[in-house]
T-cell receptor
Framework: GQSLEQPSEVTAVEGAIVQINCTYQ??????LSWYQQHDGGAPTFLSY????GLEETGRFSSFLSRSDSYGYLLLQELQMKDSASYFC?????????FGAGTRLTVKP | DAGVIQSPRHEVTEMGQEVTLRCKPI?????LFWYRQTMMRGLELLIY????????DSGMPEDRFSAKMPNASFSTLKIQPSEPRDSAVYFC????????????FGPGTRLTVL
């Protein structure tokens, strides 16, 4: 494994709020990134947390608690186009190790 | 900039054949990463380079895999000989030195080994 744990699947309805959690091993931890990947596409960067707290970017926010080795991605006002896989990535100095991904399905 | 460019986009080959995947990173980026993605194993880091120098190849599955970066604008990932279990999508990504958490991925190469 990649030493990160996240749920395999999440389902939500359009307009709702969904939170995708990620726990990680602390050894060599620098920060937590989030990436989005649509089916057949490449991962694209969403956000990064190096310090504790919440980072907000439009409808998406990401949170980190270093003391709890835990972070989450919060998606608000869900849209159908948000249906995708979401990966948390643990930064280890200069490289990145990814979790297995959470498949989000947004239903009308 | 056109983004990270990978070729070919699709490759179908027979077991035992040599496969070469190619990547052109974004101009000016310092890091180049090679990943492999499968349903079973997710997105795995194979190897990464800093200024054309391999830094960590601990993710390379075995000696059949090799990667080179002869200059700042080109890298190859070679599999020789290929096996059916190598079937996967291979991504190349690049980033700046001070923001390696933000990686820009290429479109990937879907490799099928029969």
């Amino acid at each position: 494994g990649q030493s990160l744990e996240q749920p395999s699947e999440v389902t939500a309805v359009e307009g709702a709020i969904v939170q995708i959690n990620c726990t990680y091993q602390t050894s060599g931890f620098y920060g937590l990134s989030w990436y989005q990947q649509h089916d057949g596409g490449a991962p694209t960067f969403l956000s990064y947390n190096a310090l504790d707290g919440l980072e907000e970017t439009g409808r998406f926010s990401s949170f980190l608690s270093r003391s709890d080795s835990y972070g989450y991605l919060l998606l608000q006002e869900l849209q159908m186009k948000d249906s995708a896989s979401y990966f948390c990535g643990r930064g280890n100095n200069n490289d990145m190790r990814f979790g297995a991904g959470t498949r989000l399905t947004v239903k009308p | 900039d056109a983004g990270v460019i990978q070729s070919p986009r699709h490759e179908v080959t027979e077991m035992g054949q040599e496969v070469t995947l190619r990547c052109k990173p974004i101009s000016g980026h310092d890091y180049l990463f090679w990943y492999r993605q499968t349903m079973m194993r997710g997105l795995e880091l194979l190897i990464y380079f800093n200024n054309n120098v391999p830094i960590d190849d601990s993710g390379m599955p075995e000696d059949r895999f090799s990667a080179k970066m002869p200059n700042a604008s080109f890298s190859t990932l070679k599999i020789q000989p290929s096996e059916p279990r190598d079937s996967a999508v291979y991504f190349c990504a690049s980033s700046f030195l001070d923001s390696s958490y933000e990686q820009f991925f290429g479109p990937g190469t879907r490799l099928t080994v029969l």
